[in-house]
């Protein structure tokens, strides 16, 4: 089996073939478009038979190439950048260049098994993609509101809209009607900038219209759980890339930082909190963690009864995360397999 690491950019992609103790055998360089991913399928397929492919996973690079490796029917792994450092800091050559990291990624992905298969992209790119562009719209928003206040306050002072109010349409109408009777540039351009946030408003509101009809057709179950709307949702569908890619719970809470590190020597066995993992998945469970706080059910009963055991408020909000963790994949999971109707046996709820 041979495996051919690629290393990708922007204009060129170069692949280096490894055997199975990580010895260079081949390499070649194409243009990074259709007809050089075809000639690189032909290099391989001409001189490997048996081969998997693995790229370094950086999406914007990577996607168009993996889509064309799976679509043909090739095995591809993504390997996480981080994985080539020591890759190449173990290599006997010297240096930095393509055909090195190309290997790195290689000897990589032999030396890390289980890592992420590729697969085609599903409906959970698309909501990513909504997700992403209103997270843009409401910081360019947020950031023109906060000069509009400034510009407001000149002109206005003591008597601007409250705080958080100016995404409303009545105070975006009401402002505007009192910059009409004040002249002046600075009155000119908060006019400007207030017919800027209506925009802005109004465009992530058609997305999260947009982006709730999408995850209540993906996603029932994890909508039924209590405190996740659906943006919430939708980031988890979308930062998930795929719950079947997680062969199990403990796998999706170590990817998404709720799985406790160890940190022990000997017979005293002691973990810590993890600091890395998908921090986009941590911070919708922890948003999740703390509505179920403030409403009546099992996870303000859990908190509780983890306090009642020693456990400061951090620590029972954290171990309440790590529950949820595993809720949340399981109710993926039962998504994902009815929109797939592919039978899966499936842990039981905590």
């Known amino acids: 089996m041979v495996t051919i690491g690629v290393d990708l950019h922007k204009h060129w992609h170069t692949a280096v073939a490894a055997d ?4 260079r055998l081949a390499e070649r ?3 990074a478009t259709p007809e050089g991913h075809l000639e690189l399928l032909r290099w391989a397929r001409a001189g490997f038979p048996e081969r998997t492919w693995a790229l ?3 999406r914007t690079f990577s996607r168009r190439l993996e889509r064309d490796l799976v679509t043909a029917g090739e095995p591809v792994v993504r390997v996480p950048p981080k994985l080539m450092a020591g890759a ?3 290599a006997r050559e010297p240096g930095k260049s393509d055909p090195i990291d190309a290997l790195a990624v290689a000897r990589a992905a032999l030396r890390e098994p289980g890592l ?3 697969r085609l992209d599903g409906p959970e790119r698309d909501v990513r993609l909504l997700v992403d562009h209103r997270d843009d719209l409401v910081a360019e928003r947020t950031r023109i509101v906060n000069r509009l206040r400034g510009h407001l306050h000149e002109l206005m002072p003591g008597e601007g809209p409250a705080p958080r109010a100016l995404g409303r349409q009545v105070v975006l109408d009401a402002t505007q009607a009192r910059l009409a ?3 002046g540039t600075v009155a000119a351009i908060a006019t400007d900038l207030v017919a800027r946030v209506r925009e802005l408003t109004a465009a992530i509101d058609r997305l999260e219209r947009q982006v709730g009809t999408l995850v209540a057709d993906l996603a029932p179950s994890l909508l039924a759980l209590a405190g996740c709307g ?3 949702a939708a980031k988890l569908l979308g930062e998930a890339a795929g719950i079947g890619r997680f062969h199990s719970s ?3 809470a170590r990817h998404n930082g709720t799985a406790p590190v160890p940190v022990w020597s000997g017979n005293a066995v002691r973990h810590r909190l993890s600091r890395g993992g998908n921090r986009q998945i941590n911070a919708a469970l922890h948003r999740i963690a703390l509505t179920q706080l403030r409403l009546t059910g099992a996870g303000r009963d859990y908190v509780a009864a983890r306090r009642a055991r020693g456990d400061t408020w951090r620590e029972a909000v954290r171990m309440l995360r790590r529950q949820l963790s595993d809720e949340v994949y399981r109710r993926m999971r039962l998504d994902e397999t009815a929109r797939l109707s592919v039978p899966v046996t499936l842990p039981e709820a905590a």
Do not use: N, Y
């Open 250 to 252: 403990a796998a999706f």
């Open 88 to 90: 190449r800091r173990s």
């Open 230 to 232: 659906a943006l919430t």
């Open 29 to 31: 360089t194409v243009r």
């Open 116 to 118: 992420p298969v590729a």
């Open 56 to 58: 370094e996973d950086c």
């Open 20 to 23: 199975e103790r990580g010895r």
């Open 181 to 183: 009777g004040i002249d």
